[in-house]
């Protein structure tokens, strides 16, 4: 499930405009009209994104598209789902507003707080996690560099501090030349071939007053945001949501009913009435996240011992009964057999 919203692709567009792009020349990509279609519930997918970005890369002759886009960003280009950072009293309360309500702009990633405890000491590490395998790093990279660098911009806008705020950058996919276009944007130190998608952010701006709070504002703008994600989740893929959320915490934390919710922004009751009306279960699709993850790792040849730690098993006893149960047989009978 990788969408973005209409709304947040004519952002885009507009930035590329602005820096020459004629964009008649992408007409036939989208069936929206920019005047006409503009409600937050419609939807393109991330393919649309990635051909405009190509497209405009091309023609324009701008090896780093993404980051030039981010470049010429500004937040008052979000609308009203946007302005909401600039009304929020610290820097904190903005990245857990981002992290609230991104999915309305897009579903290509998840951006949050890294609690591995990598980060110590002055620097506090976020991640975007993108909505696509490392092996497509390469081909979406205009999209991640955009995307990646927007956050990292913004928090340094809403500090008022263009140098210092964010310490270093860091992408999953190897460098492009020329070099140089990542310091002109982001102004810090730049890593690839990371682990992750990252940057680090320093501490003390955290908790930092944002010079533009408005807690009048900030709370009419949450109302509206509300109201929008509600429509959201009730016309929006969420079984495909929820799978995806399972997926990524599976990897760092036993998943709950309770977390999974909350990372959707929805009530637990909210949740378990969408469920009922699937006729499912939540316990049933971690059954089946478990089952195609298991697959995944089997494939790459992961051992029993360790599959049954990451799918949170309390010992590979526990992951073999599960499997039997999944398969009718045992996890060497059922490989035997394939």
Not at 83 to 92: A, E, G, H, R, V
């Amino acid at each position: 499930m990788k969408t973005l919203s209409v709304n947040y692709y004519f952002y885009i567009l507009d930035r590329l405009e602005a820096l020459g792009f004629n964009r008649e020349s992408a007409s036939h990509l989208v069936s929206f009209d920019r005047l006409t279609n503009t409600h937050p519930s419609d939807r393109i997918d991330l393919e649309a994104l990635y051909d405009l970005l190509k497209l405009a890369q091309s023609e324009l002759s701008i090896p780093h598209i993404g980051l030039s886009v981010s470049k010429s960003f500004r937040i008052s280009n979000y609308g009203y789902a946007g302005n909401i950072f600039s009304t929020c009293n610290t820097i904190t309360d903005a990245i857990l507003c981002a992290e609230k309500y991104s999915c309305l702009a897009h579903t290509m990633g998840r951006f949050k707080r890294d609690q591995s405890g990598e980060a110590s000491g002055k620097w506090e590490r976020y991640v975007w996690t993108p909505n696509f395998e490392p092996s497509d790093d390469e081909k979406y990279r205009q999209i991640t560099e955009c995307v990646l660098s927007n956050y990292a911009l913004t928090i340094q806008w809403l500090s008022w501090s263009l140098e210092g705020s964010v310490d270093k950058v860091s992408f999953r996919h190897s460098p492009k030349l020329p070099l140089s276009a990542y310091q002109d944007v982001l102004g810090c130190a730049v890593e690839f071939e990371a682990e992750q998608n990252a940057f680090l952010i320093d501490r003390a701006l955290l908790e930092t007053p944002i010079p533009t709070a408005n807690p009048l504002k900030l709370s009419l703008l949450e109302q509206k945001l509300n109201r929008v994600l509600a429509e959201y989740n009730q016309t929006s893929d969420l079984l495909g949501r929820l799978e995806y959320a399972l997926k990524k915490m599976i990897l760092t934390e036993r998943p709950s009913f309770a977390r999974v919710a909350d990372e959707l922004a929805l009530s637990e009751r909210a949740l378990k009435r969408y469920l009922s009306k699937k006729d499912t279960r939540f316990q049933d699709v971690v059954r089946k996240v478990k089952m195609e993850l298991c697959d995944i790792y089997i494939k790459q040849g992961v051992s029993y011992s360790e599959i049954a730690q990451l799918l949170w098993y309390s010992d590979q006893s526990a992951f073999t009964r599960a499997y039997k149960n999944w398969h009718g047989v045992s996890p060497k009978s059922h490989m035997s057999q394939t």
